[in-house]
């Protein structure tokens, strides 16, 4: 059994504790970042920063969801606000071509709010860490090309 | 009670509005604008000629504008429009504003992120 439990009911149906929380977040990364690719064709820094955010998130949180002994809660709102933080000095120092732009701070924290929502209320196991990490780092990694591209 | 993911969702809900406002704003349309275009000036982003940001110059005043508004604007000319007015005068005549692809877009897809985090 995972260090989180189980849930499900019935022997068919048992799933890993944070399984559901890791698909959620899989999901909604890939729905949202589709979105911004067919509404804003070649603005392809809106989706660029959402998934950086996004992944950043996760990588965040992939230490506390594989260790946690209970349901993330605060703690995932802290990681997002934390990524927001950064989000402001980077889009102010690093990232400020033109200006610092709202658009692009937008995008970049509603990213990390919503990895922040996928995985509260979650934990997970050591495996599940893991997998969130090599997520997250794929998504700034893919959010970094696709912003540039 | 508010609870971590009540809070999330606000933050989520400020920062689709957000996304909205500044789009909106980049229009011209929500703004009063009353002054002489002092410059012009383009400044690049990542991808020049798609990211462009156009900073129209009134005095000491910038306004960012969307590329297809600010394409119509001179250096040098008087402009004049009221806040939340669509039609800005120029000495060469009205110019029509609209909201931008950009907004539209944003329009689409805010409130599915918000309903997406609320289901």
Same mark, same amino acid.
């Given at each position: ?37 067919? =509404? ?19 990588? =965040? ?26 989000? +402001? ?21 509603? $990213?990390?709010?919503?990895? $922040? ?18 997520? $997250?780092?794929?998504? +700034? ?9 | ?22 789009? #909106?704003?980049?229009? $011209? ?28 110059? #009134? ?5 960012? #504008? ?30 029509? =504003? ?22």
């Amino acid at each position: 059994m995972a260090p989180g439990g189980e849930t499900g009911r019935g022997a068919g149906r048992v799933k890993p504790a944070g399984k559901r929380e890791v698909g959620r977040a899989a999901a909604i990364a890939a729905a949202v970042t589709l979105g911004y690719a067919l =509404l804003f064709g070649r603005r392809t820094d809106y989706a660029g920063h959402y998934m950086a955010g996004f992944g950043a998130t996760l990588v =965040l949180l992939a230490v506390p969801f594989a260790f946690a002994k209970k349901p993330l809660g605060w703690t995932a709102v802290a990681a997002a606000i934390a990524l927001i933080a950064f989000g +402001i000095y980077t889009e102010a120092t690093w990232f400020q071509l033109a200006i610092f732009d709202p658009v692009d701070f937008c995008n970049q924290s509603l $990213g990390a709010c919503m990895a $922040g929502l996928c995985l509260a209320g979650g934990m997970g196991s050591e495996e599940l860490g893991i997998e969130l990490g090599f997520w $997250g780092l794929l998504l +700034i990694t893919g959010g970094f090309a696709y912003a540039y591209s | 009670m508010l609870t971590p993911k009540k809070f999330l969702q606000f933050l989520i809900v400020g920062l689709a509005l957000g996304n909205l406002y500044t789009t #909106l704003h980049r229009s $011209g349309i929500p703004l009063g604008l009353d002054g002489v275009i002092t410059r012009i000036e383009i400044r690049h982003e990542k991808h020049p000629g798609v990211d462009d940001v156009p900073l129209i110059w #009134l005095g000491n005043r910038a306004v960012h #504008l969307d590329p297809e508004a600010a394409r119509e604007l001179r250096p040098g000319e008087k402009i004049f429009k009221r806040p939340m007015e669509s039609s800005l005068q120029t000495p060469r005549g009205p110019v029509r =504003l609209h909201p931008s692809r950009d907004f539209k877009g944003m329009a689409v897809l805010m409130p599915l992120i918000v309903l997406l985090s609320v289901l």
